[in-house]
């Protein structure tokens, strides 16, 4: 049989959306520990699979497109009216959601780098203009500095918080000061996707009273990390205003979550004691993670997340570590993947893995760079 060669003429977009930086190992063996992609290690809540499988039988319906059940149920959880609140196929859909409904040609969006890699996404689709900002020398994000690029054009700040890759958060106080000084026709994403292991609030949800004073925030939230429900793909976005999140599901298609994600995460909502002892458990396993990095005299951000930022010493390559991790087992994220060579991302673990990942890291600082 003869190929024919494809001669497609694709949208110009298509050559500017960078393909996203995957983590390896997906249908090649099992890894001993994958600590690459910020998952929980713990298996999701008996009580949450037992909902997923009650939900089994009806999949011949399509879903609530509306979502009614789990937006009634995370209005009562938030205490944000259910009309503001958002629900999309992972965080991930809100935010290009949110690109879709606010960008174009001539528009700007502004946020830190390194942050997390799907933001360039929603400049690529929507040909605007992305205004990235340095953090500052504690990998934290810089508000003042974000706060000056602001322009006439500018109609998106997103804020990171903790900010992924680098682990490391901002006081609440610094977020509603940049507030105030952003303008209402612009809106404010604070992506708060690991807000539950940051020590710096008190009150993980303290965020929640900024909606009140501002109707272009919208706070994003996912189940996909403290909830262990990655596989799933379920988010929600608090908005300030319903025009926010009218917005969002304008722009999708009407059934982006499908029905075990809606019963699943409705399910999830009624545990929150033990969200709260997997959260200390995996604060208790950072504080280890982090010792042990020290030990090794890796420099390490002061992380508020479930996962780890490190600065390997000597200016090393990442790239020949973390092939070393992989051939032994242990996948981790290379910081030049993520915008800065010689860094690693790295997920707090079972014991066992972060031990296993320690172990693997002493073995290849040892040798000389190069060797
Ligand atoms: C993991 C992560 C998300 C969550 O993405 P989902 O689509 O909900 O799985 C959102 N924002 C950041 C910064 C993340 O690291």
Redesign the pocket.
């Known amino acids: 049989m003869t190929t024919m060669t494809e001669r497609l003429e694709f949208a110009a977009r298509v050559e500017r959306i960078a393909a996203y930086p995957a983590a390896g190992a997906y249908g090649e063996h099992a890894a001993a520990a994958n600590l690459a992609s910020?998952e929980s290690p713990e298996p999701p809540i008996p009580a949450v699979l037992a909902a997923i499988e009650a939900a089994l039988g009806t999949l011949n319906r399509y879903p609530d497109p509306s979502a009614s059940q789990l937006r009634g149920r995370l209005a009562a959880r938030y205490g944000v009216p259910a009309a503001r609140i958002a629900v999309g196929n992972?965080?991930?859909?809100l935010?290009l959601a949110a690109g879709e409904a606010l960008l174009e040609p001539g528009a700007e969006l502004v946020y830190a780098w390194p942050s997390?890699s799907?933001y360039p996404h929603l400049a690529a689709t929507s040909g605007a203009r992305a205004v990235t900002v340095a953090l500052d020398g504690d990998d934290r994000h810089d508000l003042d500095a974000i706060a000056a690029e602001l322009t006439a054009a500018t109609r998106l700040v997103i804020v990171?918080n903790p900010n992924?890759p680098t682990s490391t958060a901002i006081e609440l106080d610094a977020i509603a000061a940049l507030l105030e000084q952003i303008p209402p026709h612009i809106a404010v994403i604070v992506?708060e996707?690991?807000c539950e292991f940051n020590l710096l609030a008190g009150d993980p949800d303290a965020s929640i009273a900024l909606l009140a004073r501002h109707p272009n925030l919208l706070l994003?939230r996912?189940?996909?990390?403290v909830y262990g429900l990655?596989g799933l793909?379920?988010?929600f976005a608090l908005c300030g205003s319903e025009r926010l999140k009218l917005a969002l599901d304008q722009v999708r298609q009407p059934f982006a979550v499908n029905a075990l994600a809606l019963a699943a995460a409705f399910e999830a909502l009624a545990h929150g004691d033990e969200v709260q002892r997997r959260v200390e458990r995996t604060i208790a396993r950072r504080i280890g993670l982090e010792a042990g990095l020290e030990e090794l005299g890796v420099k390490v951000a002061d992380s508020q997340a479930n996962f780890v930022w490190t600065t390997l010493p000597g200016e090393r390559d990442d790239g020949p570590i973390v092939e070393g991790l992989a051939d032994r087992g242990v996948l981790v994220r290379a910081g030049s993947a993520l915008g800065r060579q010689g860094a690693l991302r790295v997920t707090c673990g079972t014991e066992r893995e972060n031990e296993r990942f320690l172990g693997a890291l002493r073995e290849l600082l040892a040798r000389p760079a190069g060797a």
């Open positions: 910020n992972g965080s991930c859909d935010l997390f799907i990171c992924n992506d996707a690991y994003l996912t189940f996909s990390k990655c793909r379920v988010g």
